[in-house]
């Protein structure tokens, strides 16, 4: 019989190790604290496979989710992992944006690299760095060279979310098609099926996270497939035969990116995405200027022109002269055209090999245009629609934008409509379909981003992969649609955007980027287009609110000539407001329902604020601290009339001034389906 | 065969009708919307019963909602009526409290008096008032004197509010016991049961909305009753034979009150409550002090000491001393004793009949320590437990504030400790018990409330009837409790109360005004007591910033003299918050999560800011546009430790002292179940 004595060690001894395997950070943990020592990672292995956690104030945000990769030969990157080693290391930078949303962007974080290797005869290793930011995590895995890892295949990527709460969930569908465009939807985070970043969520606990990704290349983008459990597994784009990735080291992957703030007003001036992106690499970018354009384009969606050719033809001579004319006039420097090249006519959607990307319409005279354009002070931005016809294109892209450079078109809108697997791959004599956001298709637009730079050209892309702040590395990357936009107003067949989409927008899409919405339709009963039951969900005053709310680089100015014309004194918010930005601050926000950003103009003085609701009214306190507070400013008030409303009076405006100062307490009021837009300016400037 | 013209007509006509029945707003409806326009009241008779509905913003906020009575003779008040006359008036002042969280109150409304007459013999006439405000909603009964309705026994009120909107209610249950000393809960409105009021809710539109009334006086309290179509139905709390309120003509009853605001954070400032009350009825109310102040109470609750005498017996002359001489010493303005009248021993719970208010036990000697007090330039607070002895009570009310006023106390603390359908009341031989919100209490606490003031003494009500806003007419009426209390934390059979419930007080009771919480407990895990399972569930700076949070124009320090000794640093805040504020601003607000509220010392310059946060640690990022743009200030900051956390290590703080302007933004670092208290005040006054 064994002494009571002896029994009793062996207890704790067990008890001790028990305890370890418990405890959520063991001795041997790597933690890795933000800067303000709030949010906290832990990255460790568990029975050998690599694991993170992510509590902020000490409370789990992110439970013990699972890291690493199944490759196709059947091998893992997922256990019978060791800790070769692991750096920390701290980074603090402010680095100037070229253009945005803010001038100055402060890098602060501190950085885990942590070396895996595999036991086992091969010795396969994986890094993975984590950052942490005093708003979130980023972290990427990178696999070095070595002589048992050289060409990769990925069959899958296993990395894991697992939220510690059921939380509420702003997302779009990652359906077969592939798309952006859906409405967001919201509901726990236990019922999702599959859905695109970036994932916005609300938490029972207050906070507001966004799960995305940086710095997507040369890889497949990423969606998220929910489990009742509340975890959120990646899964990865995959090429037409199934493999997510091809890569041969060193390689590595996007970074995924974890938001965590208090409030979603915190997520639309969270950096984290463009810190995580590598420093400008087009040298002197001093080409690469942000403006605002009109264009043809609008007409088509009132179906009173057409991209193709004929009676209706949209792309005329005459018709851009128009265009151009209204430019110089109004001071928007960019005017774009749709349908300007061969190939719109006949079945295009479903064969976008028949596009030209050099030879005009005969009744769009190309030169003559650049030439008249360029007296008037403004520039062309030309128009590339692919049509999934990414082989077409890349033959073409060369002298495609040769001829466009040499023109002095100084942006290109392109434009990708078909969608899902339906983008046709050649090699040899076989023929492949591909998924637009799989590898082949993020290599493509950023083969056409560099061919762009080549050519000093800026770049607009319609039916995107998603943004993931290259542009901080390639900024002529300018804004990207990737999302319901304007024209879904104006296809009755789709239903519109009711009235919430731009209150959710900003805190969803907007995250990842820049967006092209094409804002500003005055004539918001379509009275100008033949489809009567068409309308824009908006008002007049929300219309312009949306400038200053939805970011881009470029914006356009989306309606007709005569439109703008016939509503001059509400036109000049769109000629005054900046497409450049000192600093951007956001005073309300609740996602869904409403958001009031002010922004104020790079480099001047002048601050603006767009205000917009969802179909309901509401009046929202605004203090003016943001100003100067040794200044008198001038308010230039765009706002809903009081008997305004989206439904039954969306275009009756006021525009007010008065003299504000930085104690002045703004009440906006927003009818239903409304909004405010308000310049401010020092008196002085008068 | 008819002609087919005539056919055409017919339909026509039989189809206005039907749009009319329809119509919200028929022809005939009275409508009285706020003076901003924005809110919307339809007072009206359908099929000649009255009902109303609210808008805002032209959207329905509450639906069609039936008004009226059932009295026990049978007859109703409910149907039957025509409009005899509609008389509208608007109606803008401007007035003083004499003491309170804002220094100066607009009345701004529109009123609408609509007289309806029943269509028979007897022609009953029911007045009903509204009063529509930029912020809500109040409306009213009146019975004008008429020869066929004299005496009144009402049945039922059938007032309703139909929900627009199945709102997310933050509510505590109308139980049997019929207290307010519940934690609160939130769900959807049509899954209530019965509910007190303030009842708050947040509509999926994005609104917050409160039911409460206002001016209870002679009249039931009103509960709330819910159902699955999101209709709340007044139920009115009974006399003990079931008939809910008697009355003669000419009678009025309670406002019933809608606040609806764009934002949680405008409930706390609206005060449509105070504004629906008749002025100060005292004259000159001079005598009326707010102040703050300490006693003998907590360390009966910490078992240390017993309100009934013996060894343990608190209010000793000695122990009163060692208060009187703390609150001398550290400019407090009372001392409160509990237990220092006989009654309080065997098992006064169930016998409040043995209470005397007027005899000290013998160790408390009552003349020496008010004696005491005034020479040391402190008064004593007096209490009275009636433990729903309430005809003991009242036979002694007047010898109890006669003695207390010929002795200089200034304030008494009362208690109604036994609550539900416990109180006695006897006539003749008859013993009834009534139900401790009902008619019969409702006079009492008004009885005693007009004793006290005769007396010039302030009064603090435990287990009161809810706050209506009466304070406005009897200035006397300083603070409730009505809620659950600090003690709770000290009761581990309770439970405590989590660290949210402090962050949904503001949004629910609250808005009823001011609650006597008795805030400020230093030693948090209570090592002064013997219950070791009890703590508190709090920082030692979220306790300060209650101060700031939870207002009361008498507000205690709790906690004992050598606790707060040992934290003089701390203890400053205490002695620096004012009690009485001219103005009150709401910085971040979002209910159970955290709210944070800045007040303004009355006629002085000093700004004191309190946030708090639930179990979950923030950072909340807060302007100080609200100081005087002209002026530097200091701020004297007590914030939670970096490693403070309301579990692990809930006494951590740091006090900062830094320079700030109206230009500076804090941000506010809240630990897990933490706060942030701050002072600041001119720089030129160091």
New interface residues.
Partial sequence: MRSPRLLTICCLAFAAVAASALCPISARAEVVRSP???IEVEVDLDNSAPFYAVR????EVIGRSRLGFVLTDGSQLTTNFKIVSAEHSAHDETWTQPWGEKKNIRDLHHELRLTLEQQDDQARRLVLVFRVFNDGVGFRYEFPERASLDEIAIADEVTEFVLADDADAWWIPAMEDNRYEYLYRHSPVSQLHKVHTPLTLETD???TICIHEAALYDYASMTLVGKVDRTLEAELVPWSDGVKVHTHTPAQTPWRTIQIV??PG?LITSYISLNLNEPNKLGDVSWIKPGKYVGVWWEMHLNTATWGSGDKHGATTANTKRFIDFASRYGFDGVLVEGWNVGWDGNWYDNGEQFSFTQPYPDFDIEELSDYARKKGVYLIGHHETAGGIDNYERQLEDAYDLYERLGVRAVKSGYVVQGQNIRRREGNKEFREWSHGQYMVRHYQHALETAAKHHIMLVVHEPVKDTGIRRTYPNMMSREGARGQEYNAWDWQGGNPPDHTTILPFTRMVSGPMDYTPGVFDLLLEKGDRPNNRINSTLAKELALYVVIYAPLQMAVDMPEVYEAHLDALKFIRDVPTDWEDTRVLHA?IG??VTIVRQERDGEDWYLGSIT????????T?L?FLD?DRVYVAEIYRDA?DA?WK?NPTAYEIDKMEVD??TVLTL?L??GGGQAIRFYPKNQE
């Avoid at 902020?56 to 409370?59: L, M, T, Y």
């Fill in positions: 303000d020592g709030i902020r104030f000490g409370g606990s207050g906070l208090d409030t915190e609740k329902d409403y969802d179909e309901v009214g509401r009046t929202l306190e203090p601290n507070r009081d409303d039954k930085a104690n009021r009818a239903p």
